[in-house]
């Protein structure tokens, strides 16, 4: 069965990789607006981790509307979560038997309700899987610990293909770079390097 | 790290069992009363997917009064949920890093919420991973499919090891045979002999 995961180079969607690898053909996607080049940090990871990657090649417009959101809101939250469930109906679109993404338990955002999960199901006659709603924080950071070689640090520093990476550029393009301390405030991120 | 995984013989529990063995030194717990020896059953398809094997032995004044409860409510919803709830809190009792069992993203019963998921991880000490949570019907049958050699047929002939074996016989013994068909409508049921 052909499965397409919803790929950053972080360590949820890392996992979910490794979790899914033995019992679907897993090809990683990587969500990208044309804004930045930030996709190519989660195509190392995917190399390192030596499962197929493609990009998801979504509309610049996409972006934009977001960082608009995101600027008008003065946090990320709405932005990311339209973000994912645009990215999410584009990858249901590919030709495959199941998609996947790297959302936990205990995430804020983006979240996908039940209900919100059978709807993507059946108007693509496509599985959606999530095994990470099932793991809380604890338990996804000791399996990090135990499978995972992960890099820690400040968020602009570390390199990352997830849609924070090209948000930031995107409301720097529109609103100047003194936007987005408004947007983000400071916190921990993790890149994966490989597979311990 | 050390897995207790609740386990019933069927196919969700069976499918976590493969999910997880490779993160995870898994041990099988099938939860029994002591009113039958129903337990054989998981017992055997643990032996044939190659996993340790523990009895986790409830008292037997739970499962009689899930009984009570099944026949006042007249349908085994909370009983089960009751019964479920019983075992898990005692699985977390077992000297392991985490607990998990097979519950689905669709199971109408039994069903943990987010927030005592976390509470059972909080008071015990414990992760409790659930991946089939981030599963829906159509992914888990083709799951099964691929990776399990089943057998399925109506309830009373699939020899299981869950709950309602046990608490069939606890309501016979309790208010007689006829009062099995009250509680429980005819349905089919699963049995996992092993891997394909």
New interface residues.
């Given amino acids: ?1 052909q499965l397409a995961l919803l790929f950053s180079g972080g360590k949820d969607s890392s996992l979910v990789a ?2 899914l690898r ?2 679907y053909d897993v090809t990683l996607y990587t969500a990208h607006f044309g804004v930045t080049d930030d996709w190519k940090h989660a195509k190392k990871t995917a190399d390192n981790l030596n499962l197929p990657f493609k990009r998801l090649e979504l509309d610049e417009d996409v972006i934009y509307n977001a960082a608009e959101t995101a600027i008008s809101d003065g946090y990320p939250r709405n932005a990311i979560q339209f973000l994912h469930t645009t990215a999410l109906e584009q990858l249901a679109e590919q030709d495959v ?2 998609i996947a993404d790297g959302t936990r ?2 995430d804020r955002v983006p979240t996908i309700s ?1 209900a919100q ?2 709807s993507l ?1 059946d108007r693509h006659d496509v ?10 924080r ?2 996804v950071d ?2 990090v610990d ?2 995972l070689d992960v890099v820690t640090g400040p968020s602009e520093e570390i390199p990352r293909a997830d849609y924070e990476a090209e948000l930031r550029a995107a409301i720097a393009e529109s609103s100047g770079m003194e936007a987005i301390p408004e947007v983000f405030p400071d916190h921990e991120q993790t890149y994966v390097k490989g597979r311990r």
Wanted: hydrophobic share 40%; glycine share 6%; aromatic share 10%.
């Fill in positions: 069965m490794l979790l033995d019992f038997d199941a338990r205990d039940r999960a059978q199901e599985d959606y899987v999530t095994p990470l709603q099932g793991f809380g604890n338990a000791r399996l135990s499978q």
